[in-house]
């Protein structure tokens, strides 16, 4: 009997994360080999998908949450995550979003299935994405309400890093949560003036 072939999967569109960590965290440099600044990592994340698809599903106009707390460095693993579904998305396009952030998709995303140690599960959610000039701020109604706000540099644009080998882009918007808490599955964070970043990502997998 033949194997079932890895479904072809793509999403484009824009990364945001909030941490715990002090400005700038270390992750981006380190490759997640570097100690969180406070010990622990404790972030959301929200992806959303300006033009995307798995195989013949369609994700154009989703978006997804993570909810991360990890024990130390991001690449040793130990992960607690949970994902918020977009609660626009097909059930179809729920199962390939969970399929692809949980790591079972391969990709970019595929080292996540190392990486967790405890999966929370979905959930299905309204999530409201919206973004200004060097701002973004993403709601999950009782959940997050998060505000990022990129960091100016001497031109008055944001502060950017550049050729990374980071696995999420190689250009990331230096940022911070200007208001930026997240509160669910037994926990409450207050995240607000610790780091943040943002990045254009464009994914594929398997």
Not at 53 to 78: C, H, M, Q, T, W
Request: hydrophobic share 40%.
């Amino acid at each position: 009997m033949a194997e079932k072939k890895p479904t072809a999967w793509r999403i484009k569109g824009d990364f945001l994360l909030s941490c715990n960590c002090d400005v700038f965290c270390p992750c981006v440099i380190s490759l997640g080999r570097a100690n969180p600044t406070c010990g622990k990592c404790f972030s959301w994340w929200l992806i959303h998908v300006e033009e995307g698809n798995y195989g013949r599903v369609k994700l154009d106009g989703l978006s997804i949450g993570i909810f991360l707390e990890v024990p130390g460095p991001l690449a040793e693993g130990g992960w607690t995550v949970g994902l918020y579904i977009d609660d626009q998305a097909s059930r179809r396009a729920s199962e390939a979003l969970t399929q692809i952030f949980s790591g079972q998709a391969g990709g970019p995303t595929g080292w996540f299935s190392l990486m967790i140690a405890n999966f929370l599960g979905s959930k299905s959610v309204p999530i409201t994405y919206s973004k200004a000039e060097n701002s973004w701020h993403v709601s999950i109604p009782r959940i997050i309400d998060g505000g990022v706000e990129a960091i100016e540099g001497a031109d008055g644009g944001p502060v950017l890093l550049q050729n990374s080998r980071y696995w999420v882009a190689p250009d990331v918007v230096v940022a911070r949560g200007t208001k930026s808490r997240i509160r669910d599955f037994g926990r409450n964070w207050e995240l607000s003036g610790q780091s943040a970043e943002f990045a254009q990502v464009d994914w594929q997998g398997p």
